[in-house]
């Protein structure tokens, strides 16, 4: 009894020793508890974000991907365009055909370069083939830098026309699967989400591309044309040129381009899309297969995606892209003349490189016009890969993939 008795006198005495024990003991148990559930909540959000940062690259890699595919499956049809309109294949059979049927002693190894030789008491009707051809080395001479040109810009505008297209609809996507996974009740078949447009305006939207590749590239194709053909005159089909000077027109030429055409945005936005209603509905009619009426009015989904299209083509970021592209593909076009043209030929006549000696422009005329097949190549198309790792066109993307607007019917 002795002894229960000392301990109950023991704690009583330090009864508030105890109890202020017993309390630091469950703060320190709940504090920890709440740390620990902080913790555990903390890491559990970090999972989260990083799983949807992950997930969120995911789509946009697959969307690049998308891209580049889709450019793809147009450049066969665009090359098609191309080889029709800037035909230089027909003009050089039609020169062959003329000096298999020439009896003139002129002919050289260079296949038909006229006039070197002319005797000035010649009859005059004698002349007339090679005034003939003088004018079809002169139509080669145009049509082959004209193609190669058109080509090059044709591939930059399309190209970041496809990834401000395909990023935009990609975004619409990512929002919607968002949605549905925070909310697991969500219709799937519900289109009121924020982004609110329905699968057929997409693929409306989408359509839109049709324009430039059937319409809006022959419009910088003409340009191109009028203004290379205007400059091309004062260069002689019987000059000799070396890899440097003949970099040197090429640089001439874009620097020229650029002024009187790219510079002018108006002429890039109506090449892209279509300026009315009429352009409009045609695009319409070609998804539909079938005339659409005249009072068919584009609904309002599909007006903001192509007006916020319009302001990404005429924001500055485009142009910046743009000019990064078109010099890409310069680049890599440079490397290809000096190849094919300049090191194959050389090397083949004298044994060694030297790309500092020169050639005769007859010779550079029939590879140079042979290079647009590269640049519109749908299968292991080396301009297209290089463009796809372009740095700041992937930055544009990003930005039209993570910008948002709210859409509603």
């Known amino acids: 009894m002795i002894m229960i008795q000392r301990v109950v006198n023991f704690f009583y005495r330090r009864r508030r020793g105890f109890l202020y024990s017993a309390g630091l ?3 320190l148990y709940y504090a920890l508890s709440y740390l620990k559930s902080k913790l555990l909540n903390y890491r559990s959000k970090a999972n989260q974000s990083r799983i949807a940062k992950e997930n969120l690259k995911k789509r946009f890699e697959q969307n690049q991907e998308d891209c580049l595919f889709t450019i793809a499956t147009f450049l066969p049809h665009l090359s098609r365009q191309c080889l029709e309109i800037y035909d230089v294949e027909s003009i050089i ?10 009896t003139s002693p002129m002919t050289n190894s260079t296949g038909s370069l006229p006039g070197e030789e002319s005797n000035p008491a010649e009859d005059p009707q004698k002349l007339t083939p090679e005034k003939s051809k003088v004018e079809l080395w002169n139509e080669i001479k145009q049509l082959s830098f004209i193609r190669n040109f058109v080509a090059i810009h044709i591939l930059s505008l399309i190209s970041i026309f496809i990834h401000i297209q395909i990023n935009m609809v990609g975004r619409l996507i990512y929002i919607e ?3 549905g996974e925070s909310n697991e009740e969500v219709d799937q078949h519900n289109t ?3 982004s609110n447009v329905s699968f ?3 693929k409306q939207y989408l359509s839109f591309s049709w324009w430039f590749v059937n319409r809006g590239w022959k419009s910088i194709g003409i340009k191109v044309q009028d203004i290379l053909a205007r400059e091309l005159e004062s260069i002689s089909i019987r000059e000799r040129l070396t890899y440097q000077q003949l970099w040197e027109i090429i640089n001439q030429l874009r620097n020229k381009l650029e002024y009187e055409v790219f510079d002018q945005k ?5 090449a892209l899309m279509p300026n009315d209603l009429a352009g409009e509905r045609e695009v319409i009619s070609q998804l539909e297969g079938r005339p659409v009426p005249d009072d068919y009015e584009i609904n309002p989904n599909l007006r903001r995606l192509l007006d916020e299209t319009k302001d990404f083509i005429e924001c500055q970021d485009f142009d910046i892209v743009r000019l990064k592209v078109v010099d890409t593909l310069f680049s890599i076009f440079d490397t290809e003349v000096r190849n094919n043209i300049f090191n194959a030929q050389l090397s083949s006549e ?3 490189e030297n790309i500092d000696m020169s050639l005769p422009l007859p010779k550079i005329l029939p590879t140079l016009s042979k290079l647009l097949g590269p640049i519109l190549e749908q299968h292991y198309n080396l301009y297209l890969k290089e463009v796809s790792k372009l740095k700041g066109l992937q930055a544009f993307s990003a930005i039209i993939y ?3 607007q709210y859409y509603e019917d």
């Open 200 to 202: 057929e305006t997409q």
């Open 177 to 179: 699967s968002v949605i």
């Open 266 to 270: 108006h002429m890039i936005l109506e």
């Open 350 to 352: 004298n044994g060694e």
């Open 402 to 404: 993570s910008s948002f």
């Open 25 to 27: 003991v469950a703060i």
């Open 93 to 102: 059979s039609k020169l062959g055909q003329m000096r298999k049927g020439s």
């Open 192 to 194: 009121s989400t924020p």
